[in-house]
Structure formats: C-alpha cells, structure tokens
C-alpha cells in the first residue's frame, strides 16, 4: 500500500502507521511525504496515522475525515 501526504510546514520527517486488527502494525519512517507498506496481510482494514515531527508543535483543528469508497481511498483534512 503505498501512502501520501500534504506535506506539515516546517516538518523534518514523518512516520506513517498501518494499525490492523488483531494488534497487528507497519510502520515506515520518511522524510519525504510519501510511506510504502509492503508487508501489510491480506484481507484486513487498516487505519493509518501519519505524524509531522518539527520544532513547532500543535494541535489540529477543524479535523475532516472522508471515505472515497469509488477508488478506496480516505481524505483527511484539518485547518493549517
């Protein structure tokens, strides 16, 4: 599965994490916007948490999350 994102101003690198049922997870480190999960199982949903590291940190705000079921694909959003 391969993973992208906006990138967060002034981010230094990121980590991606797959959480899986059954506490299975993947996780991949980047300082690029971009994670491949080449080790994820079959037949399991996942949700993935992408997280900035930087000097300047924040809470997000006005969070939206939506489900593009057409292309299996999610949008997640937040104000900068």
């Known amino acids: 599965v391969a993973v992208s994102w906006e990138p967060s101003k002034g981010a230094s690198s990121y980590i991606a994490v797959a959480h899986g049922k059954g506490g299975y997870a993947s996780s991949c480190n980047s300082s690029d916007t971009t994670c491949l999960f080449d080790d994820l199982l079959c037949s399991l949903n996942y949700s993935i948490t992408v997280s900035a590291s930087d000097e ?25």
């Open 56 to 80: 300047t940190p924040c809470v997000p705000q006005q969070v939206t999350a939506e489900m593009v079921c057409s292309n299996d694909t999610g949008v997640v959003s937040w104000e900068e």
